[in-house]
């Protein structure tokens, strides 16, 4: 008689061990649940070595970027499919965050070639986003996260002006439409 034995990680978890003895019968062995002081020593454990930021390995050369305006882009996300084969949910920044976002960001590239790209994808993202949001009449979101970007103080301000200056005529409008103003007022527009 042959006997599996399966044994768990920890109580509730999914994984675990088989193994035989004499009888055909499983037997299922469960290791002691992990008390909360033993869980939160093993998390601080786990979070010393993930700060020990002497003994991390480099990168070869990768760097990384400060995002800005993250906090701002990323509050409030929106549940979506990625239409890929059965469909991949994910979680994406609401659009109108992300229009608004696109007008600041592309105020803050640089003037070199690459940055001057990136400044032109930011502002047709930003315009498609606004005209979209318009055809689906969610303009009163993206007026709502216009407001609140520019109630964060002058240098937001300063960077939403510069993206909208730059934006393409059909953003503009359907900007102006969102903000309840003439194509003209919206320079003037200060939310």
Not at 31 to 51: E, I, N
Not at 128 to 145: I, V
Not at 151 to 159: F, I, L, N, P, T
């Amino acid at each position: 008689m042959t006997t599996l034995a399966y044994t768990s990680t920890s109580a509730g978890a999914a994984g675990g061990k088989y193994s035989t003895s004499g009888n055909s019968q499983p037997v299922i062995r469960r290791q002691p649940p992990m008390t909360a002081s033993l869980y939160g020593a093993v998390r601080q454990a786990d979070l010393r070595t993930m700060l020990d930021f002497d003994n991390m390995p480099t990168l070869g050369g990768a760097s990384a970027e400060n995002l800005r305006f993250l906090d701002y882009l990323i509050y409030e996300p929106v549940r979506t499919v990625l239409l890929h084969r059965e469909g991949v949910s994910v979680i994406v920044p609401a659009p109108e965050r992300y229009a608004v976002h696109e007008l600041i960001v592309a105020s803050r590239r640089l003037p070199d070639a690459l940055g001057r790209a990136k400044r032109e994808k930011d502002l047709l993202q930003a315009s498609l986003l606004t005209q979209a949001l318009a055809e689906t009449r969610q303009s009163g979101l993206l007026a709502d996260a216009y407001k609140e970007a520019w109630d964060r103080g002058k240098a937001w301000q300063e960077a939403i002006i510069a993206g909208r200056s730059a934006m393409p005529d059909h953003g503009k409008a359907a900007l102006a439409a969102a903000m309840s103003v003439p194509v003209e007022e919206l320079g003037k527009v200060k939310a």
